[in-house]
């Protein structure tokens, strides 16, 4: 039973340019969510995916989008770049049925923006 | 989102002994308290989860206790070996979770 992968593990962008992260849930979930993590801090909530639509929302700017697709994997977008984006990407995913929503987190994607 | 502190932020225990992690939190209406380990350049691994209608869980060398009257939840990890040494995560929430900042954990041999 694979967990929640996520692609590419490690990526360099420059400023201004435009990333796709990308998430595969883990088998059986069907909800997906985008957390940010900074070096040395906790993981901040991005956004969630439910049902192909952006369930809920943290406090993010709109460079930040995403997209869920039937298969209930999921994309990140960040367009704009900026340096202060560098972080750890992490998806995590849930299951809307069944006995309570336990949480599981991938490996995460490292974006470093020069 | 929600408010959550976590003490102490780092914790040197020798091997064999316990260690105490313990997060307080603002008013809410969660339901869900996860804890997470994360090991240098990986994501946060589920260690253990508790949800409000329980006070304690126990798995294996692992427990954790939920007041939600005082707001708080804390970590035990008894008999620590070297490789309990990670940072440690409380979080809760129910679809979107709220993070502590972590506790660096060194569990020295």
């Known amino acids: 039973d694979a967990g929640v992968t996520q692609s590419p593990t490690h990526l360099i962008k420059t400023r201004g340019q435009q990333v796709t992260l990308r998430c595969s849930p883990k088998s059986g979930h069907d909800t997906v969510s985008w957390y940010q993590q900074a070096l040395g801090q906790g993981p901040q909530f991005i956004f969630q995916y439910y049902e192909e639509e952006e369930r809920q929302r943290g406090n993010f700017p709109d460079r930040f989008s995403g997209h869920q697709f039937p298969n209930y994997s999921s994309e990140l977008n960040v367009n704009a770049l900026l340096l202060g984006d560098s972080a750890l990407y992490l998806c995590?995913?849930?299951?809307?049925?069944?006995?309570?929503?336990?949480?599981?987190f991938g490996e995460g994607s490292w974006l470093t923006v020069v | 989102g929600e408010n959550v502190e976590q003490h102490p932020s780092t914790l040197s225990v020798q091997e064999g002994d316990s260690a105490v992690i313990k997060c307080t939190y603002s008013d809410s209406a969660s339901n869900y308290f996860p804890w997470y380990k994360q090991e240098l350049g990986k994501g946060p691994q589920l260690i253990i989860d508790?949800?409000?209608?329980?006070g304690e869980k126990k798995d294996q060398r692992i427990a954790v206790t939920l007041n939600k009257t005082a707001k708080h939840f804390s970590l035990h990890i008894t008999e620590t070996q070297p490789e309990d040494s990670a940072v440690y995560f409380c979080?809760?929430?129910?679809?979107?979770?709220?993070f502590g900042a972590g506790t660096t954990v060194t569990v020295r041999a």
């Open positions: 508790i949800r409000s209608n329980v």
């Open positions: 995590a995913s849930s299951s809307s049925t069944g006995a309570g929503n336990t949480i599981y």
């Open positions: 979080a809760l929430g129910d679809y979107k979770l709220s």
